[in-house]
């Protein structure tokens, strides 16, 4: 049962009663720093001034803000590479590994296929043969993806991911099939905003945490991870790189490729809104939406610089882990409860949880909850553990893990299974609370729970982390995105619900000129995400090739 002290020393089983107000807790918890996507910081958005632009039918362009804080000064250009007069063709909102690889084909950088390349699925070689010296960009990606098989349900980004890593699947190492040409005259004028630097909220992640993803598979197009960590320092550990090396990867690649003049860190979005049609001129071409997006640098002196900029098409980067999940039972407003990690390092560091106090209480039955765990236990911090799910439900991620390659979540998933209330076991320490529902926090740090029959149980904590996943925050978009959501009656999530796009695009269903890609367009792994990337740029150039002259 574990030695737990003062109030939690034992749960006390009620009938079962209606609370006050109850809420549903369980969804699938959000990748931890180790997993699949980075959690970023939490800053608050503010509100910048709205400053009109001339392109989108106002008095003026404001001219370009000032250079942020001196650490971001190498990836600040002030210009917009159109003129002021014009809209930009293209602004990229988030400078993740999605907004860096799209900024990477959009700058002319064009893939095709290696004449003596043979790729091992017989079906793709053959269509690839069928256009020898033509661009991918210019190929048509339905039909080359038609027949794929992945970890992906994205059709695009399975073809990408194949031709990059052709049998990574397998366990295998082919070098991809494509070679890559840097074609100027095919680049497409572009900005990437982000608040951190490039790489996103790889920056805000403790850099000796490990990825959950291999190594490999966190690399961009035309620089491997690998041969890059080994350039710098050293190979990787155990196949995986830590979030500073991936981190340092993606500064370095925008650096590398020379992209930097294409993009804003420090900047902070607070408004996009659809602008006046553009005219389709001599073309007779159906007049194009406008953008008009609004927002703050962060200058040399730490000040707000506002500025508005208008584009013919926004994308969409800036993943989904800004806002956690909550559980939305009465007192979660409460002061002992959180929703990082770093809320229990610090109280531990303060002294403030410490091996003689009541048990932590981590909420959630994913790969932050396990990541929790893990701390609490190399810390011998006493720990409640509580989820919805069954422990043997197939869903469960640490199912979807191999175990050689991730010990530490499967000793974790053992642990869910062995001990719980009514099946001691080893684990000192440690309680397991499956299929149980929390009903409210009380002022004097009590929780309560209901079973899966029914039944009430109180456990006094000296802390809660509720790490049950997160949620976009895209309150810079008209109604905060929600009517661009697969199904608009629901808040969007990467894993249930994302954006709408059409699947060999990537642009919204429900409004032209706007893409999504990554989670919000629903692919979670960095390695599926540059297939989004591609399908946006060859979307993009046919467009380009449309505009009369």
Known sequence: MGRWRRRGGRAKIQPAAEPARSG???????????????????????????VPCNACGSDQLPAPSPPPAPAMNIHRR??????RSEPLP?????????????????????PYVRPDA??????????????????????DLDYLSE????????????????????????????????????????AIPHMVLGRNLP??????????????????????PDLQVKEWIRRKRRGLRNSRATAGDVAHYYRDYVTKKDLGRNFVSGAVVTAVEWGTPESGGSGGREPSPL???????????????????????????????????????????????????????AAVRAGAVTPASDPVLIVGAGLSAADAVLYARHCNIPVIHTFRRPVDDPGLVFNQLPKM??????????????????????YEGYLSLPEHRVLLFKADRQAVFRDRDGLQKVFGVALVLVLIGSHPDLSFLPGAGADLATDPGQPLSAKRNPVDVDPFTYQSTRQEGLYAVGPLAGDNFVRFVQGGALAVASSLLRKEARKPP
């Open 118 to 139: 043979v790729h091992p699925h017989p079906l793709l070689q053959r269509k690839l043969a069928e256009a020898p010296g033509v661009s991918l960009l210019d190929q």
């Open 199 to 220: 790489g996103g909220a790889w920056h805000s992640i403790e850099g000796s945490m490990v990825t959950l993803s291999q190594g490999q598979w966190m690399g961009l």
């Open 24 to 50: 549903p807790h369980g969804a699938k918890a959000a990748r931890s720093p180790v997993a699949l996507w980075p959690r970023p910081s939490r800053r608050p958005p503010g509100q910048a001034p709205r």
């Open 78 to 83: 002030d210009h917009l590479g159109t003129d």
């Open 405 to 426: 390659l991730y010990p530490e979540y499967h000793k974790v998933h053992q642990m869910m299974r062995e001990q719980s209330i009514l099946s001691p076991s080893p």
């Open 291 to 345: 953008f008009q997006v609004s927002g703050f640098v962060t200058t040399e002196d730490r000040s707000r610089r506002p500025f508005s900029l208008c584009a013919r098409n926004v994308v969409l980067a800036t993943g989904t882990s800004d806002s956690p999940a909550r559980l939305g039972i009465p007192g979660e407003a409460l002061p002992f409860v959180h929703y990082e990690l770093a809320a229990l390092e």
């Open 90 to 110: 293209v602004l990229i909102i988030g400078n993740g590994p999605s907004g860096i690889c799209l900024s990477y084909l959009l700058s002319g950088y064009t």
């Open 147 to 186: 027949g794929l098989e992945g970890r992906c349900q994205s059709p695009v980004a399975l073809l990408f991911d194949a031709l990059l890593r052709p049998d990574t699947d397998f366990g295998g190492n082919m070098e991809s099939v494509l070679t890559w040409k840097h074609q100027k005259e095919r």
